[in-house]
């Protein structure tokens, strides 16, 4: 039986965590098992490159609010490509990608990554078009829930926010995604980052990242690490992402007197070295899907003190390899970063705990074979479709 043809739809390949997910799937599937590719509604984005090493074909199909020019060029994508499947990952503009799908005969898997779909920035200008864009996103997100061959969410909660009876929904399914599992760092890696940053060798670093948007409460982690450095005061921050609240933490950071004791390392492609160098992840985001970059702290063996939010408590396992707390909950959580700073055998048991669980349950290899059970699960359920219409 040939390889099935798989063709993703996502905005662009960059930084964000679906993203280094599928790309992680292109270098654990080999394409004489699946063949995928992927079309990108916005721009290819400056990983597409290594997508393309691993032998995926790229193409940029500008979604506007025209959408005709986009389905036509979809379509044209579609049938030339010879496809089986299409996996939608364009959250509230899947329904139109589902349509087309249909039309071909094409069967569609639709994948959420949030529980909330916010409107565009650009559209909080005018009251009108946030209304518009809301009744379209609903729209569009309610034809993909109904005629999607399979929807997936990325944890529980997402499923729950998209159907609160998704369970009684046989078409819908959690699907986990996996994180690498990094060796651990030497006692000379730990002091070189160190070195590299202008820090003492033994001093104690609080990791965060992810974009610098209001989801992710950048003023939240400051405010926390502030009063958690009053009880340890060589303690330091690193800050890893971009976004545009940057410049805005840039100045809080200034204000604050902190900026002997953090660091802004903008966008990295060592994420997982600086995991495994650092003592303690902190994210007290607003909300999340699942919260993958959680679980790749744990890979590291880092322990995490987060939000106790729907998704993250998925993502890790509060009590074992992460202490949450309401987000706004600051004392609380500064509490438990000055506990696992002070206790370091504390942090390297939920440490340990987590990147064991990580390796069971979460690892590359556990997700590729997810997604491939899923890919044919989709494929004989169309198959199942068309012998009961061939035998009317």
Known sequence: MAAPRVLHLIAYFEAGGIEKWLLSMLEQIDRSVCEMDFCCKLREGY???????????????????AHLPYGREL????????????????????????????????????????????PGEQS????????????????????????????????????????PDYAQRPHFRVLYYGVRVPPEATGEERRAFRAELGWHESVPIVLHVGRFVEQK????????????????PNAKLVLVGDGPLRATMEAEIQRSGLSESVRLLGIRNDVPHIMCVSDLFLFPSRHEGFGLVA????????????????????????????????PDDVDRM??????????????????????????AEFSLAVS???????????????????????RR
């Open 217 to 232: 409460n950048h003023a939240g982690v400051l405010q926390v690490f502030r009063k958690a450095r009053a009880q340890v």
């Open 75 to 118: 379509a044209r994508i579609l049938q030339e490509g010879q496809y089986d499947v299409v996996h939608n990952h364009m959250e509230t503009l899947s329904g139109y990608p589902v349509w087309i799908a249909r039309r071909l005969g094409i069967p569609v898997i639709s994948s959420f990554h949030n529980t909330r779909f916010p």
């Open 334 to 359: 500064a509490g438990a970063v000055v506990q696992l700073l002070t206790d370091p055998n504390y942090a390297r048991h939920m440490g340990t705990l987590g990147r064991k669980r990580v390796e």
């Open 368 to 390: 590729a074979r997810r997604l491939l059970e899923l890919y044919h699960e989709c494929l004989g359920h169309r198959q199942r479709t068309n012998d009961r219409y061939a």
């Open 295 to 326: 679980t790749e702290a744990n890979a590291a063996g880092l322990p995490v003190v987060g939000s106790a939010i729907s998704g993250l408590d998925e993502a890790v396992c509060p009590g074992e390899t992460a202490l949450l707390y309401p």
């Open 124 to 163: 909080r200008h005018s009251r009108v078009l946030t209304g518009l864009r809301s009744s379209y996103s609903r729209l569009s997100i309610g034809y993909a829930l109904q005629r999607s061959d399979i929807v997936t969410g990325c944890s529980r909660a997402v499923l729950r926010s998209l159907a």
């Open 47 to 65: 990983l597409a490159p290594e997508a393309r090493r691993h032998g995926a074909h790229i193409f940029t199909n500008l979604f506007t609010p």
